[in-house]
């Protein structure tokens, strides 16, 4: 709990720097494609959260790494702040954390669906209307192909689950069925 704590208070202390310099889209981006890229590669992930790579090390290799890449200066700050501190293995709930209140500052909410088929555009668009509505907040959705799902979909978007998949339809109406017949 406690990581979830500093990330929380790293996420949050990044996010009102970017308020202030006015370029959150662009830190939001970075920070998500360097947490990206560390995910994706087991030995620059294991190079910055081995205990045994000196934290000069990490912030010699973030600094080469800024001379071809170019940052913002609060994603630079806080990555050699992380290498400094040791606390690298925090960047993927800072990440998180980052993304949640930019999203709760904008009244978006996300979530992820998961449909029998493909969803074409106009059925995103419908679901991400309703989706929307419902929560007051415009839904930004994940898709994703679930051939466990016999037909309809499931989306869950903050603590709120739709579920519209067929296995769901067939039990309700089973259960509407055995109601009739006891009444």
Same mark, same amino acid.
């Given at each position: 709990?406690?990581s979830?704590?500093?990330?929380?208070?790293?996420?949050?202390?990044?996010?009102?720097?970017?308020?202030?310099?006015?370029?959150?889209?662009?830190?939001?981006?970075?920070?998500?494609e360097?947490?990206?890229?560390?995910?994706?590669?087991v030995?620059?992930?294991?190079?910055?959260?081995?205990? *045994? +790579?000196? =934290?000069?090390?990490?912030?010699e290799a973030?600094?080469? #790494?800024?001379?071809?890449?170019? %940052?913002?200066? !609060?994603?630079?700050?806080?990555?050699?702040?992380?290498?400094?501190?040791?606390?690298?293995?925090?960047?993927?709930?800072?990440t998180h954390?980052?993304?949640? *209140? +930019?999203d =709760?500052s904008r009244s978006?909410?996300?979530?992820?669906? #998961?449909?029998a088929?493909?969803? %074409?555009?106009e !059925?995103?668009?419908?679901?991400?209307?309703t989706?929307?509505?419902?929560?007051?907040?415009?839904a930004?959705?994940?898709?994703?192909?679930?051939?466990?799902?016999?037909g309809?979909?499931?989306a869950?978007?903050?603590?709120?689950?739709?579920?519209?998949?067929?296995?769901?339809?067939l039990?309700?109406?089973?259960?509407?069925?055995?109601?009739?017949r006891?009444?």
């Amino acid at each position: 709990m406690r990581s979830q704590e500093a990330s929380q208070r790293y996420a949050r202390a990044l996010y009102n720097l970017s308020i202030e310099r006015g370029n959150i889209d662009a830190v939001l981006n970075e920070i998500r494609e360097f947490n990206k890229t560390l995910a994706a590669d087991v030995e620059i992930d294991g190079f910055f959260n081995r205990p *045994v +790579v000196k =934290s000069d090390d990490q912030k010699e290799a973030l600094e080469k #790494f800024f001379e071809k890449q170019k %940052f913002s200066e !609060e994603v630079r700050g806080l990555l050699m702040l992380l290498a400094q501190k040791r606390r690298f293995g925090l960047l993927p709930g800072i990440t998180h954390a980052f993304q949640a *209140v +930019v999203d =709760s500052s904008r009244s978006v909410a996300r979530g992820d669906v #998961f449909s029998a088929t493909i969803l %074409f555009p106009e !059925e995103r668009q419908k679901l991400e209307a309703t989706i929307s509505r419902y929560t007051q907040q415009k839904a930004v959705l994940e898709y994703h192909e679930d051939k466990s799902l016999l037909g309809g979909l499931v989306a869950k978007v903050g603590s709120y689950t739709f579920d519209d998949s067929l296995e769901t339809q067939l039990r309700l109406m089973k259960e509407a069925l055995t109601k009739r017949r006891a009444n």
